[in-house]
């Protein structure tokens, strides 16, 4: 596909490579085997989707380092594991490209396509990155529901939605043009360790995209 050719040879933000290219270089002892990607992230899954789930960026030593979003990190877990509990994945773990996963009826993707320091990107990095999710909502013609993982997604969305502010609130729901939006706190180790996220809030994500997708007909 050649937005996913696009994506992982840019290099917009000279910042976030240099990061991620050091990140690689300077690997923990866990790690010490594997060859990380360090390399942007296109998003992953089933193109003819009808949820899409936006989270901030790969991590550090997840994504940047397996190659796929979501993928070898507590967060990955957590998101794989709830859509294998509804049907959507055919296996309950995301370790490496490798594993077998195969998503059904979804689409992970992200506001940013590079690991940034601490988890933090600058407004300028989220600038231009934005294009890249801009054009997978045109080529994901069959999404009717949206899950942003996190504050920044929620904003990133409602930009290219060109929405004026909506409120933040976990569980939420709101009509977004021909899209329905569900707001979800981001399942980082922060908020799922301190009780912030917990598993069956998390879980009803889930099931109230399922809910409105019966609801509705292809």
Request: hydrophobic share 35%; glycine share 6%; net charge positive.
């Amino acid at each position: 596909m050649e937005l996913r050719d696009r994506i992982i040879n840019c290099r917009k933000c000279p910042r976030l490579i240099s990061y991620i290219k050091e990140v690689a270089k300077n690997k923990p002892k866990r790690y010490k085997n594997w060859e990380y990607w360090a390399k942007p992230l296109p998003g992953f899954g089933d193109l003819k989707a009808r949820i899409l789930i936006i989270g901030l960026a790969p991590a550090a030593h997840g994504g940047n380092r397996t190659g796929r979003m979501f993928t070898g990190d507590s967060s990955g877990n957590w998101l794989i594991k709830a859509l294998y509990e509804l049907g959507y994945a055919n296996q309950p773990y995301s370790v490496s490209l490798d594993d077998g996963l195969t998503l059904k009826d979804v689409y992970i993707t992200a506001c940013l396509r590079c690991a940034p320091p601490k988890n933090k990107p600058n407004r300028d990095e989220l600038e231009n990155c934005r294009e890249y999710l801009e054009e997978e909502l045109k080529i994901l013609k069959e999404v009717k529901v949206v899950i942003t993982l996190g504050r920044i997604a929620f904003d990133t969305f409602l930009k290219i939605s060109k929405y004026p502010k909506l409120k933040f609130k976990h569980g939420e729901k709101y009509k977004v043009g021909k899209y329905t939006l569900i707001v979800s706190y981001h399942p980082s180790r922060q908020n799922t360790q301190t009780g912030k996220l917990k598993w069956e809030d998390w879980l009803n994500i889930f099931k109230e995209a399922n809910l409105i997708l019966r609801s509705q007909h292809r």
